[in-house]
């Protein structure tokens, strides 16, 4: 198996919580409090061990905050890696509320990080040893870190014979695509903006993704499709993966195992084709669990066998 390595430029420590209901003026006291390490490479790192696979979680963090997140990446026996920065990580606040069985997902921006704490991580990524054979740059940019950031680590991993794979939006994505990426994933949504179509029909999601796999160089782009799957397109190939249908819990959680089983994938040898059918399924799975929940095992393996492949021309 070839060595991983993640990025997560803007973790998160998510803190979830219960309630019974939700009542404005009152103090709502929960029943428990879970602390995990998220943000989008260090849930995608969680994802790989959770397989099996082996993987170091590098990421941009402050002594107090970014600490704890690298405790608690340690206590799940995933490595990992702190960049220091000045500004603070920030916090996610995930309120299962029981009454109404729903969950409320509050996401905070994270800290302005400085030219000089951006180059730092770049040249952590680049100074890595052994270097990695897989680079996995997933979840946003922070503010003050350039939108070209992505496309200057994409170009530098192409230089050093290392296939890259990016699960962004909006700037950092469109910049990143010129760079010749090994894999790229958005999602529906995603997509839709940077082709600019309003709410694409299934049949010019795939002629768009045609177009764009072609114009940008990228060897893979995956195009996710909630409940629907997720289309891969490449020069050549165009094919989409469907899972069954699973009743949902929470969609948090959902891209990153996504991209945590595609990346196993390839990583231990598969196609394409079968990352992103192993793909679909953590997707599919992690949907399944509460709150900010990655993937069950089990429950991935059984959904994997159910997934389906399908072709449109």
């Not at 170091?56 to 960049?83: I, K, N, P």
């Not at 296939?163 to 994505?173: E, I, K, N, Q």
């Not at 010129?178 to 995603?190: A, G, H, Q, T």
């Amino acid at each position: 198996m070839g060595g991983i390595l993640t990025l997560t430029m803007n973790p998160t420590l998510d803190i979830g919580l219960d309630v019974e209901r939700l009542v404005a003026g009152q103090k709502l006291r929960s029943d428990t409090v879970r602390r995990e390490p998220g943000g989008g490479g260090i849930n995608v790192a969680r994802g790989i061990k959770r397989l099996g696979g082996e993987v170091c979680a590098l990421f941009a963090g402050d002594d107090v905050m970014g600490a704890q997140l690298h405790t608690l990446l340690e206590e799940r026996s995933v490595a990992a890696r702190r960049v220091p920065v000045r500004g603070v990580v920030r916090e996610g606040i995930s309120v299962w509320v029981r009454e109404q069985e729903a969950l409320f997902h509050f996401v905070m921006p994270g800290p302005d990080l400085s030219e000089g704490e951006a180059q730092r991580a770049l040249d952590a990524v680049l100074d890595h040893e052994p270097c990695p054979d897989w680079l996995v740059a997933s979840g946003s940019l922070p503010p003050g870190v350039d939108d070209d950031f992505y496309a200057r680590l994409a170009g530098a991993a192409r230089e050093r014979d290392i296939r890259f794979v990016l699960d962004s939006h909006g700037a950092p994505l469109r910049a990143a695509l010129r760079e010749r990426s090994f894999l790229v994933k958005c999602n529906r949504r995603e997509f839709a903006a940077l082709v600019g179509a309003d709410e694409p029909t299934p049949a010019e999601v795939r002629e768009l993704a045609r177009g764009l796999a072609a114009e940008s160089g990228v060897r893979a782009l995956v195009i996710t499709l909630g409940a629907d799957g997720a289309l891969l397109t490449t020069r050549d190939d165009q094919v989409g993966f469907r899972p069954p249908r699973v009743e949902p819990q929470s969609p948090v959680g959902a891209g990153d195992s996504f991209v945590a089983a595609c990346v196993y994938e390839l990583a231990t040898g598969g196609s394409l084709r079968a990352a992103v059918h192993s793909g679909v399924a953590g997707a599919a799975a992690a949907v399944k669990t509460p709150g900010t929940e990655l993937f069950d095992l089990e429950e991935y393996r059984r959904i994997r066998e159910q997934t389906g492949e399908y072709t449109d021309t």
